[in-house]
């Protein structure tokens, strides 16, 4: 698998899986019916470094990105997110993303990552887990799941120091 920077024309092949992702409202506080338009100006705004992960033949099977959580004198706590094709799942396309944008957070010099809104059912909890992330607490109630009905969002951290 490849891991690089993306480009504006890799847009075409992010676009089915973060919709169904979206869509589902089972792991992200977006909007289900964000447009195709506005999902692209939040996934691909310049002010975030945004990765793709290829197979083995070139397809886009996952995207992520990095960004400053905050700014000014807080700027170097760092955010990230995370979307591996749903058809792709269980194949480690997740964890090596996390582990190459929690390497490049930290060499670009980040103290640490933040999620704000870890839906507290998302499988992920697990990885982040296992990767040196705790839960710092927890929103009760404050997601309306699908299928689980409310849920509570959990703030997550790692320090890099």
Do not use: C
């Not at 999902?39 to 960004?67: F, H, Q």
């Not at 194949?91 to 103290?111: D, K, S, V, W």
């Not at 998302?122 to 296992?130: D, E, G, I, K, M």
């Amino acid at each position: 698998m490849l891991i690089r920077e993306a480009a504006a024309e890799d847009w075409p092949q992010i676009w089915p899986f973060w919709h169904r992702i979206v869509a589902a409202a089972e792991t992200y506080a977006w909007d289900p019916d964000t447009t195709e338009e506005a999902a692209r100006e939040l996934w691909m705004n310049p002010a975030k470094r945004v990765y793709v992960a290829e197979d083995e033949t070139g397809a886009v099977v996952g995207s992520a990105y990095l960004t400053p959580n905050y700014g000014g004198p807080a700027a170097r706590i760092a955010n990230a997110g995370f979307m591996v094709d749903p058809g792709r799942g269980g194949r480690g396309i997740g964890r090596a993303l996390a582990e190459h944008i929690l390497t490049e957070a930290a060499a670009q010099g980040y103290r640490g990552m933040v999620f704000n809104a870890v839906v507290e059912t998302n499988p992920a909890v697990r990885l982040w887990q296992s990767l040196g992330f705790t839960v710092l607490g927890t929103v009760p109630d404050a997601f309306e799941h699908p299928r689980h009905g409310l849920v509570g969002l959990n703030i997550m951290y790692k320090s890099f120091l």
